[in-house]
């Protein structure tokens, strides 16, 4: 039988020298050889399988099928799949075990004896999928919150509180507890979801789980209200607050993994009449930021914008209601600029996402680092870009104006319905007319609108009357079909799937600026950045996804609310 190491030698083209010495780098750290070339980048996984499969005579797969039977779930525990890195797959065609290392013969013997499989085919298949075809299975097969719920009683709150304080992977939690079980599903679901934010609301004789996908709260689950106490207690233990404090708001955080997934969970709980409300926001760790072109931003806006993202001073504001996506919008634009050549400092609350290359500053009111604090100590670590997450007091906004005056280039938002009205909400801080139009280069309205789901939309004729509602000539689009939604299993019978961003760019020319200097009506200063500067609208740029097909009526104008 060849070695390994010459077989990858073979396919690859790797150099004998190169597999020499990755197989004494190997020994030396306990590695094998393929490990010890993928880790010196000269191979990669998809070789590694290859060459095992020449060597052991074995069939390679490269992906599992998406649907499979997960019954094995049952007799078989996640953690020795995991830790052996292999997977039973039952489909209408056939069964085989998936593996990753092919001398592990003992496991896979143990897996065909406890399935009563002895004659059970094993292929190899790469780390990944495997992972992935694990974590697929044992989610399907998590308790409904029908079941779990069953199961709840008044149970001893010493076992609540002592089974676990450090959660790893949900999937891994094999608990007892139903309150415990509850909990896990909740997160569990609302993370294959997709969803942002959970809500976990008391009433008088009930409660209610709901979370936020879209934008948009939908029911999960009403668990019994005696259940209350013990499922909100269970929260504040992982978030490490003070279970025994309930008259007083408390903040806080937990560190999930659900599957491949690391959720980081900000905590706020507030005392109501009927008890504590929780809201929990879902940040995933694990997701990549996305980039500008990936707004769905037009291209002339973004030509625009990417130009003004690049100024050597100045300040560019975004603004929008909570939840519009300002955060994301300033994330990829530091990511589009950032370089080795520049130092990008940000004071942020809560800091989101960690961007490699920049340094980040979290807010801490409880020591006295606010905006403004934070702001006025990153001007002298000499910055040449910096992030303010919120222009919150008059304060705040006169260091930001100061700095992008002596030669940095400053982000921010402003929580305004429009471009216009952030130039209104500076001048009732008490900032100077003058100041406002020499400082900034740009403002970005947004809001977030959601997508049409492609697999079941549906075409109809709209009436006048809907068209006027978002500024359409009822005469132009005589005879022109629109889509509306209908809802499937896909979109999760919403009718919709994803959303992307609308916008509103207002550029300070020379002629605005000596607008600016002349009155704060944002009524006027709209009307002339659309009359003599071309600007479009929220509500226009809604409207040309709305004939794009992307969209509907009512969902730009609830957001516009034109």
Same mark, same amino acid.
């Given at each position: 039988?060849?070695?390994?190491?010459?077989?990858?030698?073979?396919? !690859?083209?790797?150099?004998?020298?190169?597999?020499?010495?990755?197989?004494?780098?190997?020994?030396?750290?306990?590695?094998?050889?393929?490990?010890?070339?993928?880790?010196?980048?000269?191979?990669?996984?998809? *070789?590694?399988?290859?060459?095992?499969?020449?060597?052991?005579?074995?069939?390679?797969?490269?992906?599992?099928?998406?649907?499979?039977?997960?019954?094995?779930?049952?007799?078989?525990?996640?953690?020795?799949?995991?830790?052996?890195?292999?997977?039973?797959?039952? @489909?209408?065609?056939?069964?085989?075990?998936?593996?990753?290392?092919? @001398?592990?013969?003992?496991?896979?013997?143990?897996?065909?004896?406890?399935?009563?499989?002895?004659?059970?085919?094993?292929?190899?298949?790469?780390?990944?999928?495997?992972?992935?075809?694990?974590?697929?299975?044992?989610?399907?097969?998590?308790?409904?919150? &029908?079941?779990?719920?069953?199961?709840?009683? &008044? &149970?001893?709150?010493?076992?609540?509180?002592?089974?676990? %304080?450090?959660?790893?992977?949900? =999937?891994?939690?094999?608990?007892? /507890?139903?309150?415990?079980?509850?909990?896990?599903?909740?997160?569990?679901?609302?993370?294959?979801?997709?969803?942002?934010?959970?809500?976990?609301?008391?009433?008088?004789?009930?409660?209610?789980?709901?979370?936020?996908?879209?934008?948009?709260?939908?029911?999960?689950?009403?668990?019994?209200?005696?259940?209350? !106490?013990?499922?909100?207690?269970?929260?504040?233990?992982?978030?490490?607050?003070?279970?025994?404090?309930?008259?007083?708001?408390?903040?806080?955080?937990?560190?999930?993994?659900?599957?491949?997934?690391?959720?980081?969970?900000?905590?706020?709980?507030?005392?109501? /009449?009927?008890?504590?409300?929780?809201?929990?926001?879902?940040?995933?760790?694990?997701?990549?930021?996305?980039?500008?072109?990936?707004?769905?931003?037009?291209?002339?806006? =973004?030509?625009?914008?990417?130009?003004?993202?690049?100024?050597?001073?100045?300040? $560019?504001?975004?603004?929008?209601?909570?939840?519009?996506?300002?955060?994301?919008?300033?994330?990829?634009?530091?990511?589009?600029? #950032?370089?080795?050549?520049?130092?990008?400092?940000?004071?942020?609350?809560?800091? %989101?996402?960690?961007?490699?290359? $920049?340094?980040?500053?979290?807010?801490?009111?409880?020591?006295?680092?606010?905006?403004?604090?934070?702001?006025?100590?990153?001007?002298?670590?000499?910055?040449?870009?910096?992030?303010?997450?919120?222009?919150?007091?008059?304060?705040?906004?006169? $260091?930001?104006?100061?700095?992008?005056?002596?030669?940095?280039?400053?982000?921010?938002?402003?929580?305004?319905?429009?471009?216009?009205?952030?130039?209104?909400?500076?001048?009732?801080?008490?900032?100077?007319?003058?100041?406002?139009? !020499?400082?900034?280069?740009?403002?970005?309205?947004?809001?977030?609108?959601?997508?049409?789901?492609?697999?079941?939309?549906?075409?109809?004729?709209?009436?006048?009357?809907? =068209?006027?509602?978002?500024?359409?000539?009822?005469?132009?689009?005589?005879?022109?079909?629109?889509?509306?939604?209908?809802?499937?299993?896909?979109?999760?019978?919403?009718?919709?799937?994803?959303?992307?961003?609308?916008?509103?760019? =207002?550029?300070? @020319?020379?002629?605005?600026?000596?607008?600016?200097?002349?009155? /704060?009506?944002? #009524?006027?200063?709209?009307?002339?950045?659309?009359?003599?500067?071309?600007?479009?609208?929220?509500?226009? *740029?809604?409207?040309?996804?709305?004939?794009?097909?992307?969209?509907?009526?009512?969902?730009?104008?609830?957001?516009?609310?034109?």
């Amino acid at each position: 039988m060849k070695r390994l190491g010459e077989i990858l030698g073979d396919i !690859s083209g790797v150099e004998p020298e190169v597999v020499n010495e990755a197989i004494k780098a190997g020994l030396e750290r306990g590695d094998r050889v393929g490990e010890a070339l993928m880790r010196s980048r000269e191979i990669d996984e998809f *070789d590694i399988l290859k060459a095992l499969g020449i060597q052991f005579g074995m069939e390679v797969v490269y992906a599992l099928p998406p649907e499979i039977n997960t019954d094995f779930t049952s007799r078989l525990p996640i953690s020795f799949l995991k830790k052996n890195k292999m997977v039973p797959i039952t @489909t209408p065609e056939g069964s085989f075990l998936a593996i990753n290392d092919p @001398t592990l013969f003992q496991s896979v013997d143990e897996v065909r004896r406890v399935l009563g499989v002895e004659e059970l085919k094993s292929v190899l298949c790469p780390h990944q999928a495997i992972i992935k075809a694990i974590n697929y299975s044992y989610d399907m097969t998590l308790d409904t919150a &029908e079941e779990v719920m069953q199961d709840i009683d &008044e &149970e001893d709150p010493e076992r609540l509180f002592s089974e676990i %304080e450090e959660v790893g992977d949900l =999937l891994d939690d094999t608990s007892a /507890s139903p309150v415990i079980r509850l909990v896990n599903l909740m997160f569990s679901q609302a993370v294959r979801d997709g969803a942002s934010d959970i809500h976990i609301e008391p009433y008088q004789n009930s409660m209610k789980i709901r979370q936020r996908l879209d934008g948009i709260l939908y029911d999960m689950f009403s668990p019994p209200k005696h259940v209350q !106490s013990s499922l909100i207690s269970r929260v504040k233990i992982m978030a490490k607050l003070d279970i025994a404090e309930k008259r007083l708001p408390q903040d806080g955080r937990i560190e999930l993994k659900v599957g491949n997934k690391e959720i980081d969970v900000r905590v706020s709980t507030l005392p109501t /009449s009927f008890g504590e409300r929780v809201v929990l926001r879902l940040l995933d760790k694990s997701s990549v930021l996305i980039s500008l072109i990936d707004l769905g931003m037009p291209a002339d806006r =973004l030509e625009k914008f990417s130009k003004q993202i690049k100024s050597p001073n100045g300040i $560019i504001l975004v603004t929008g209601p909570t939840g519009s996506g300002k955060t994301t919008t300033l994330y990829a634009a530091l990511t589009s600029i #950032n370089n080795t050549d520049i130092n990008i400092i940000t004071v942020e609350d809560p800091v %989101e996402y960690r961007i490699s290359g $920049i340094g980040q500053v979290q807010v801490n009111p409880k020591i006295d680092l606010t905006f403004a604090s934070g702001l006025r100590s990153i001007v002298r670590q000499d910055p040449d870009v910096i992030l303010v997450g919120e222009i919150r007091d008059t304060e705040t906004a006169e $260091i930001a104006i100061q700095s992008a005056l002596t030669g940095h280039l400053v982000f921010s938002t402003l929580h305004t319905n429009d471009a216009a009205s952030a130039i209104t909400r500076l001048r009732d801080m008490g900032i100077e007319p003058f100041l406002i139009a !020499s400082s900034i280069n740009a403002i970005l309205a947004q809001r977030l609108i959601r997508i049409l789901c492609e697999n079941c939309k549906e075409a109809y004729l709209p009436d006048k009357a809907e =068209l006027r509602k978002i500024g359409l000539n009822p005469e132009k689009m005589e005879g022109k079909k629109l889509f509306r939604e209908v809802g499937c299993s896909k979109c999760h019978h919403t009718g919709y799937r994803g959303r992307y961003g609308i916008f509103e760019l =207002l550029l300070m @020319t020379k002629e605005l600026k000596t607008l600016v200097m002349q009155t /704060s009506d944002a #009524n006027a200063i709209k009307q002339f950045a659309v009359a003599k500067n071309g600007m479009i609208t929220l509500n226009r *740029d809604g409207a040309m996804k709305v004939l794009q097909g992307q969209t509907t009526i009512e969902e730009v104008y609830r957001v516009c609310q034109a």
